[in-house]
Every structure is written in structure tokens, then in C-alpha cells.
């Protein structure tokens, strides 16, 4: 027997208290009826889901299915990326394609899938609350698509919005599988598979765990490792984050691993490569199979990765025991991505490594806006027309409860502080002019909501996608008639895409009940990088405070020239801003990022550092508009697309800016190289800057 099936048979065998799962997923697997299209796996943080997965794929290649299985946690969140991803499995060339546009990929992927295998497919979507903004495509396009005889496996934290359900379509054809903790009998044989046989330490097991499979999985080690006899104290008393991150850190005995578990933690996947690269000097092959045999280490498609709580722990515990090594080696992991990038070789490994690169930055970027490490914040999930009431209520809410806010943000790495205060008339700003009848009407997945521990509604998101059935809302709207209204026919026609697409997203609100609660502010914070990271169009105008300002400008985000207004007060002056890092202008916008946090400056005066005997050696052959030393990062970009030899009408249209813009920027350049006209600018801007 293969090493692999050794370690496959004993995962089943410690998969305890699923077994009515397993059986149902075998009667839905064997229906020649195919009466179920989708199994809907769902239970909070650590109850299993991913380790459930992992045996329904067993089962169903026992079976002679095909599984696929997409980790949306390491997953560039747009549709192009989701089908690359399925036929990476399936057809490798195809996926690898770089002339192909996002509809033919989607469809190749459709009809790849319908026609590939003669046995069963079953695709299995992990961390599905990774997609939300991918939800309204895979239920009303994507998914619809594709033959009866696949089933389809969404897991993830909460049960499937009420759209699918609401759905006449979807409802017959959806099984509800909830994962709830494990009974005794359960955590019973879960010891006995670690050589537990004492009653009283299984009983110390179970007390500790309350059979939440996570929890038990780390009582159960530390039962191995401690006399636990001694004491009666709860896991979460058992002493600080040092104390927990060095039980589990007990599997590692030896300095040197661990350190490799702390490289490893930084990176959300590793592979021998990354971590040679990050710890700069050569990971050998006994070193890197000691890691992956740990416990908390598991496969996935790009690598391997360290679970998500141990690598929350660690980096935790690591930035507060060695703030300056934390660094160091962030500043690798950086370095890291940011070179993949450079030379990646095909689209899905540019957004793979982009989305990778873009983590790592908006770590540093938003630490002042959000408690980022925060184990568990909230978080806004998707509703329907159904929870209008509450949405009203909570409105109302928000209006009688109005107060003055004081908002304190400091950078845990530089001690810099920020005291931003909010009157009450002002902190109602997020919530003006909103519609919710006119939203309702659109019938496309536009509300969010966030709710306490209580159930109680404390957030409240409007994100609304930007196709054909949306422009006309988005042209009469406060927020944003300014933008849309700007637009020449050409940019407004790029816009109007089919409704079962988008050409990008307008985010009409992200309002909390407080502002000033860091719970709440990591979860607005949350859900805005996630929209950045689907890399499509962002189109906002937040409620004109320092606050929203600051942390707009600080990711990247760009004014845009007309489209200010007034709409929020009838006086304040308000900009929308815009956020894009489509094509070629991708790594200026990366760099303009990277300007705005110390870690992202340290890389690049490393990266110069580093190319600086290069240059001595050998010249490189570089984009001489790029490599221009007086040329700012929007004139590059605007000089790039002269070089394709586009009009100021097309370059505006590219950019989402005015022709006035374009013309500003042109002017400047002209002044900047002593030139008269653009073909002579052309001239100047493609000699070799020495």
C-alpha cells in the first residue's frame, strides 16, 4: 500500500460523528434520478466541513466519479479565475490559454464539464463565503449551465442565501446538510483513534471541546502531551497565545522547524520554493516533509497550507514577541509574490500570485483602519427582499440612535494615531437617499447585512454590479449619477454588459450601527477588500468624512476629475473615487500601494538594492516609459496606451477619466520633455532614460 493511501485510510478512520453525512452523501451520489443538483455543507469556523470534503471525495472516486475541488480561500474572487480553476483539472491547456476572453472561458468550462467524463462529476466549492460576490453569476448563470447528472458540493460558513431558496429553480434541487459539534460517543472513539482509553482524560476531553471537532483536535494533542489530571481549567484559561500556539507548536520540537512553521504561517499556501525564498537559504527535502506530516498542515491545490486559526496564532504571537523579525520576513513574503508576478507565465498565475501579493499588502495597508488580526469579526453576508422589514427597522434604528462618534485608529507597527471625530447629523450621511424599493426592483443580489451574536442587524452594505439592468438606477442615483453621468457613449456602452455579467461594481453604502466599534470596523474593512480582490472595477462615493478619505486613498483608490458632488449635505464637496487594476496598469497601481506602507517602501528600496549591481553588469532591457524618472504613475499610464496609439478620447475611456484629464496629463508630459506634440512626445518617451 502507497504511502498516500495509508494516510487517506487513517483520515477516514478519525472522521468521527458523520456517518448519517457520509450516508446521505452516498444516496445522493448513487441517484440515477438525480433528484439533488446540490448538497449545501454549512457549520461555523473549525466544526469540519473542509475534512467531511476530503472523505466525500474519497467516496466518490471509490465510486468512479471525478471530484474537482475548488478552495475558494485561494481563489482570485471573478469568474475567469473559478473557471481557469476547473479546468486546470480538466484541461490544462485550456486554462492556461492567454487569448481566451472571461465569456469564452466560462463557456469552455461549461461545455468541458458537461462532456468530459463518462462517470459522475462532482464539483466541490470550499469556503464558498469567499465567493459572495461571485453568488448572483454561479446561481443565475454559471450553474444552470451545466448537466443534472454533476453534483455540485457548496460548503461554507452560512447556509445558502435566500435567493437560491426564494429560486423555483434551485429549491426543489438543494439538500441542506448543517454540521452542528459531536456528541459524546463521537468524541469517545475520536480518542480512542489517538490511543485515549483513559475515562477520566476523555471526560476532561469532552469538557473542554464541547465537541467542537477543532477544539477537540487540539484538547486531544495537548491531552497526549500534558497531565491534564492537575487542573480543571477551561482550554481558552489554560494560559496566553504563547501558551497555545506552543502546545501545538509541540509537534515541532526543534528550533529550526519551527521557525519553518512561522514562515509558513505567513504564507496563506507554501511549496518548498516559497519557503527557501522567504527563509533565503535552501529548505531541504527531509526539512520540508517533517512540516507537511504536521497535524495542522493540509494539501491544497497551490501548495500546502497551515490551518487558519494555527496561522492566525502564530502570527499573532510572532508580532508581538518579535515585531521586527515579523517584518523581516513579511518583507520576503512580499518580495516573493511580487517577483512571481513579474514573471508570471499565464493569466490564472497572474491573479493567482496578484491576489496572493495584494494579501500581503493590504495586511499593512489597512492596519490602521481595521484590527485585521482579529480571530473572529463579524461579517457582512448576503440578504434578499425578504429582510426588507428589518432592513427598514434597522434604518429607523440608526436615525433615532444618531450620535457624536469619536474614532480612534492607531498602527499597532508605528504608534501613529488617528482621532477622527463624527457628529450625529453627519454619521447619518451612509444611509441618505437610500431607496430600498428601487434596490429591491434591480433583482440582483445588491444587500449585505451584518448582525450581532443576538441576531440583531448592525450593518447594512448596498454593492450593486454594473451591467445593462443596472445603469439606468446608477444614472438617477445621489452617489452615483455624478460618475455614470460622465461617461462618454463609448465608456457608457463598454458598461452596459449582458445582466448575467458586469462590468464592474458600484458600492452604494457600507454603513455600521457605531463607527467607532473596532468590531464593526474590521468588518467594513473586511468586506471592501474583498471587492478590491475580485480585480474588477470599483466605483465609489463614501460619505465625505476624513475617515472614509483616508482609507480610500491609502488602498490605492483614485479621484475621479468631475464626478464630485454635493449630494450628501446640499454644501460638502464629495469625490468618487475609483478603483481598477485591470491590464497594463496593474503593477503601477501595486507600487502606488506599496508607496503608501513602510513594508511596501522597504520592498521597493530593496528590490532597486538588489537590481543595482544588474545594472552595473549588463543593461536590462527595460520599458523606457516605465523606467521615465519624471513621469508619475498616472502620466505612465496615460503614456503607455499613447504608445498603442490610442486617441485622448480612447485613453479616458480605458482609464475611467475625462478627456480633460487625459489632455492634463498629456500637457504635462509635453512640458516635462520639452516636446511640441504628441508625436514628438512618443519620440522622447520611447529613448532610454540613462
Not at 442587524?457 to 446608477?474: D, E, F, K, Q, S
Not at 502606488?592 to 552595473?616: C, D, F, M, Y
Request: glycine share 4%; with cysteine.
Amino acid at each position: 500500500m502507497k504511502e498516500s493511501e495509508r494516510l487517506e485510510q487513517l483520515e477516514s478512520l478519525m472522521l468521527v460523528g458523520r456517518g448519517h453525512e457520509l450516508q446521505s452523501f452516498a444516496a445522493i451520489l448513487g441517484d440515477e434520478t438525480f433528484s439533488h443538483k446540490i448538497i449545501n455543507v454549512y457549520g461555523t469556523a473549525g466544526i469540519g466541513k473542509s475534512f467531511l470534503l476530503d472523505e466525500f471525495g474519497r467516496q466518490a472516486r471509490m465510486a468512479g466519479a471525478c471530484p474537482i475541488t475548488i478552495d475558494c480561500e485561494h481563489l482570485v474572487k471573478t469568474p475567469e479565475a473559478f473557471c481557469r480553476a476547473i479546468l486546470q483539472v480538466l484541461d490544462r491547456s485550456a486554462a492556461n490559454a492567454s487569448s481566451t476572453t472571461s465569456a469564452d472561458i466560462a463557456e469552455q468550462c461549461i461545455r468541458t464539464l458537461n462532456g468530459s467524463s463518462p462517470g459522475r462529476i462532482v464539483l466541490f466549492i470550499d469556503v464558498y463565503e469567499q465567493l459572495a460576490a461571485m453568488d448572483h453569476w454561479l446561481r443565475d448563470y454559471f450553474l444552470k449551465q451545466l448537466n443534472r447528472s454533476i453534483l455540485i458540493v457548496i460548503a461554507g460558513r452560512h447556509t445558502l442565501s435566500e435567493a437560491w431558496f426564494v429560486s423555483p429553480v434551485w429549491r426543489q434541487f438543494i439538500h441542506r446538510m448543517p454540521l452542528t459539534e459531536l456528541d459524546f460517543q463521537s468524541v469517545e472513539r475520536y480518542a480512542g483513534c489517538s490511543s485515549i482509553s483513559d475515562n477520566e482524560r476523555i471526560q476532561q476531553i469532552w469538557r473542554h471541546s464541547k465537541g467542537h471537532p477543532l477544539t477537540m483536535s487540539l484538547v486531544t494533542y495537548i491531552s497526549q502531551q500534558l497531565d491534564m489530571n492537575e487542573t480543571n481549567t477551561p482550554l481558552e484559561d489554560y494560559g496566553s497565545l504563547p501558551y497555545i500556539v506552543n502546545q501545538w507548536l509541540r509537534e515541532v520540537p526543534d528550533d529550526s522547524q519551527r521557525t519553518l512553521v512561522e514562515t509558513a504561517a505567513l504564507l496563506r499556501f507554501f511549496n518548498q520554493e516559497s519557503l527557501s525564498f522567504v527563509m533565503d537559504r535552501d529548505i531541504a527535502l527531509s526539512e520540508f516533509h517533517q512540516l507537511i506530516r504536521c497535524s495542522f498542515v493540509r494539501k491544497v491545490d497551490n501548495g500546502w497550507t497551515v490551518h487558519a486559526l494555527m496561522r492566525e496564532l502564530i502570527n499573532r504571537e510572532l508580532m508581538s514577541r518579535s515585531p521586527g523579525l515579523f517584518e523581516d520576513r513579511r518583507t520576503r513574503v512580499l518580495l516573493y509574490y511580487y517577483d512571481k508576478l513579474l514573471h508570471a507565465s499565464n493569466p490564472l498565475a497572474v491573479e493567482q500570485e496578484a491576489t496572493e501579493l495584494l494579501y500581503v499588502i493590504g495586511d499593512a495597508a489597512l492596519r490602521a483602519f481595521i484590527h485585521w488580526f482579529d480571530m473572529s469579526p463579524s461579517r457582512f453576508n448576503h440578504v434578499g427582499k425578504a429582510d426588507k422589514g428589518e432592513m427598514e427597522a434597522y434604518m429607523q434604528r440608526r436615525h433615532s440612535e444618531a450620535k457624536d462618534i469619536r474614532i480612534e485608529l492607531n498602527d499597532p507597527h508605528t504608534n501613529r494615531c488617528f482621532d477622527i471625530s463624527i457628529t450625529a447629523e453627519e454619521s447619518g450621511y451612509t444611509l441618505r437617499d437610500l431607496k430600498l424599493d428601487a434596490l429591491i426592483a434591480l433583482d440582483c443580489d445588491v444587500f449585505w447585512t451584518m448582525k450581532d451574536a443576538s441576531g440583531a442587524m448592525i450593518g447594512l452594505a448596498v454593492i450593486i454590479p454594473i451591467n445593462r439592468r443596472t445603469l439606468p438606477y446608477l444614472q438617477q442615483s445621489m452617489r452615483s449619477a455624478p460618475f455614470f453621468n460622465s461617461l462618454t457613449p463609448e465608456q457608457t456602452k463598454a458598461m452596459a454588459v449582458p445582466e448575467t455579467s458586469r462590468s464592474g461594481w458600484f458600492i452604494e453604502t457600507i454603513d455600521t450601527l457605531d463607527f467607532g466599534d473596532p468590531m464593526q470596523q474590521a468588518a467594513t474593512g473586511h468586506l471592501l477588500y474583498a471587492m478590491m480582490l475580485t480585480g474588477e472595477l470599483i466605483v465609489e462615493s463614501p460619505a465625505p468624512f476624513p475617515y472614509f478619505i483616508m482609507a480610500h486613498e491609502s488602498l490605492g483608490f483614485e479621484r475621479v476629475q468631475h464626478a464630485t458632488h454635493d449630494g450628501y449635505d446640499g454644501v460638502t464637496p464629495t469625490p468618487t473615487f475609483v478603483f481598477n487594476w485591470k491590464g497594463e496598469q496593474f503593477i503601477h497601481h501595486i507600487h502606488q500601494i506599496l508607496n503608501q506602507t513602510e513594508l511596501g517602501r522597504k520592498l521597493l528600496s530593496t528590490k532597486v538594492a538588489e537590481e543595482e549591481p544588474a545594472r552595473h553588469a549588463v543593461l536590462p532591457m527595460v520599458d523606457p516609459i516605465l523606467a521615465h524618472p519624471d513621469l508619475t504613475p498616472r502620466e505612465k499610464d496615460v503614456a503607455k496606451l499613447l504608445e498603442q496609439g490610442l486617441t485622448n478620447a480612447e485613453i479616458a475611456s480605458e482609464l475611467y477619466v475625462s478627456e480633460i484629464t487625459v489632455k492634463k496629463h498629456m500637457t504635462s508630459m509635453l512640458g516635462k520633455l520639452n516636446a511640441s506634440n504628441r508625436t514628438q512626445l512618443l519620440k522622447k518617451l520611447l529613448e532610454p532614460s540613462l
